[in-house]
């Protein structure tokens, strides 16, 4: 069997179309060549000899005004009649007129003559004119003809030509069709997807590869299938056993799985859970609205598990493939005992702190009634060690009490006392406490207050403790002689105070840490607890309102607190 490519294929369908154009165009043109023919014929052999006759004619008629001009003018034509006898007795009759001419010659122009001349004439005339319509009937029957034969001829080509349009495009596309159904069925993973086209073409080879291609897929997946399955079953296993809770949810927040842990915390048997909607199921359960809540989990869940309080973590991991989420997965990890020891530890803190600050400010007492003059005379070297002692007890101080207060934002009992307070009082309080700092370093302290301020709905004490701290804080990292400009205004519904120094600033690394417990920007050579900035932020949380930072490099630091309106 002869095997031809698709290009000499389509090169044949387009050679047979082209050669079906040039036929029908040969054959009109032969047809419309043939009866142009005749037609000229017709003209030549008939038309032309009864122009010459009516020359003829004329030329009797004024053969009276000039004899000689007659004799030229009527010989001329008749030459030329002489040369075009085409129809049968038309010979006859030319000749008749050619012998009567030449008797008028000889004899004279006579009525009779001319009469018989005319006779001879009129018959050559009837001769062709005959002829004329004759072959005119003749050329309209062969026209007749040849547009039967011409539509016909059309029509069987017109059949052809479709016959071939209608079938011939699909030999393209459907293998196309075919191969692209059988490409849909491999994606979708159905790799007993087989193609058959029956031609030994490029198509005829492409089926192959793809039945080739299709049967290793199948057979990698028949040999990775128990392999895959049994993985599966250790990871679920592996899952089960662990002591934290899990719970997976695909893209649609439909439950895939749930360990022992999660089942037991849920209250829920497995087949309650696997395949529901989580939605759903957090209608009737409150712990599965807490996991699905998108707020961060700033404090640990607590859950009766155990027979007993216990609290956990939670935490929700996006499950991303190729920069599209398929999924999330929810943990529970179990810190009852490590809650345990830090609650432990706070309580240990906040009584040992409590316990140290009566000595503390006893020390205190006593070093300044060490340097009344009146207790007695203290010589240079006993000021100093005095002055070292009241110093170093004010810092203990500071540091206990600030270690009292983050024991008690830890245990969770902030004692709020809210109130009405115009915030005017919360400025002035924290510029009267530390104006006398601000002197010493010879700082100017701007103040800008919005005119009609309204009133907030705070704690005065703990506020004021914030803004004293803020401006603490401005004292301490702002060169001598440099400017702290303190500004109030209202911002919809809020009341924004904002501390700008006139310091170095902070860089951007350090601006999200430095909230943190403990947490000192490197370089800053200051004494403290680094436990101000995250009581202040706890102290605002709980009043509803908000603190931040803007800093760059080398401008200064601007601290902000934002309350609520009253």
């Given amino acids: ?124 005339t009837d001769l062709n004119m005959q002829a004329i319509l004759r072959k005119n009937d003749q050329a309209q029957v062969k026209a007749d003809n040849v547009l039967t034969y011409m539509g016909a001829i059309g029509g069987i080509c017109f059949l052809i030509v479709f016959t071939f349009i209608i079938n011939f495009p699909g030999y393209i596309a459907d293998p196309i069709r075919e191969l692209t159904r059988g490409i849909k069925q491999i994606s979708d993973k159905n790799y007993h997807q087989r193609l058959h086209f029956q031609s030994n073409d490029e198509f005829g ?15 990698y997946e028949n040999s990775n299938l128990a392999r895959i399955l049994f993985e599966k079953t250790r990871i679920e296993t592996i899952i089960n056993q662990m002591k934290d809770a899990i719970i997976g949810l695909n893209e649609k927040r ?42 961060p989990a700033l404090k640990p869940v607590k859950i009766f598990a155990d027979e007993k ?14 920069e599209k989420s398929i999924g999330e997965v929810i943990l529970l990890k ?3 005992a490590f809650q345990e020891l830090d609650q432990a530890k706070t309580n240990f ?50 540091i206990t009490a600030e270690v009292l207060n983050m024991a008690q934002v830890e245990t969770g009992k902030i004692q709020l006392n809210f109130q009405t307070v115009e915030p005017k009082d919360i400025v002035d309080y924290a510029v009267d406490a530390l104006k006398f700092q601000a002197e010493q370093k010879r700082l100017a302290m701007e103040l800008e207050l919005e005119e009609g301020l309204p009133a907030v709905n705070a704690d005065l004490e703990k506020t004021a403790w914030v803004m004293v701290n803020l401006l603490s804080n401005a004292i301490r990292y702002s060169p001598e002689e440099g400017t702290i400009r303190l500004s109030v205004v209202k911002e919809k519904s809020t009341v924004r105070f904002s501390i700008r120094d006139s310091g170095k600033g902070i860089d951007p690394q350090y601006q999200d840490k430095i909230f943190d417990k403990f947490f000192r920007v490197p370089g800053s050579h200051q004494n403290g607890t680094g436990l101000g900035l995250a009581i202040a932020k706890e102290f605002m949380a709980a009043q509803n309102g908000e603190i931040g930072v803007m800093s760059k490099p080398g401008e200064g630091t601007t601290f902000y607190i934002q309350l609520p309106l009253a």
């Fill in 334 to 336: 179990n810190i009852t």
């Fill in 254 to 295: 439909v439950i895939l799985f749930a360990n022992l842990k999660a089942t037991q915390l849920l209250g829920l048997q497995e087949q309650d859970l696997i395949g529901k909607y989580a939605p759903d199921v957090a209608l009737h359960n409150d712990l599965m609205r807490l996991l699905l809540t998108n707020e």
């Fill in 205 to 219: 080879e492409l089926a192959d590869a793809f039945n080739a291609m299709a049967e290793k897929l199948e057979q």
């Fill in 309 to 322: 309080e216990s609290y956990f973590t939670r935490e929700s991991i996006s499950i991303v493939s190729e």
């Fill in 349 to 398: 803190i906040a009584t040992i702190s409590h316990e140290l600050k009566t000595p503390i400010a006893s020390i205190k007492l006593s070093s300044k009634l060490l340097e009344d003059a009146r207790v007695g005379d203290l010589n240079e070297e006993q000021r100093q060690l005095v002055g070292h002692i009241k110093g170093d007890s004010e810092r203990l101080l500071k």
């Fill in 1 to 124: 069997m002869i095997k031809f490519k698709i290009k000499t294929k389509l090169s044949l369908g387009l050679g047979f179309l082209f050669a079906v154009i040039i036929g029908i165009g040969s054959v009109g043109a032969n047809y419309i060549y043939t009866i142009a023919r005749e037609s000229k014929e017709i003209l030549k052999d008939n038309y032309e000899s009864v122009q010459y006759v009516r020359r003829m004619m004329q030329d009797l008629d004024a053969s009276g005004a000039d004899s000689g001009l007659f004799f030229k003018s009527f010989e001329a034509n008749l030459k030329l009649q002489e040369d075009n006898l085409t129809e049968s007795g038309e010979k006859e009759y030319t000749a008749l007129v050619r012998e009567e001419l030449g008797r008028m010659k000889e004899k004279g122009i006579t009525a009779e003559g001319v009469a018989a001349l005319k006779k001879n004439l009129y018959k050559i």
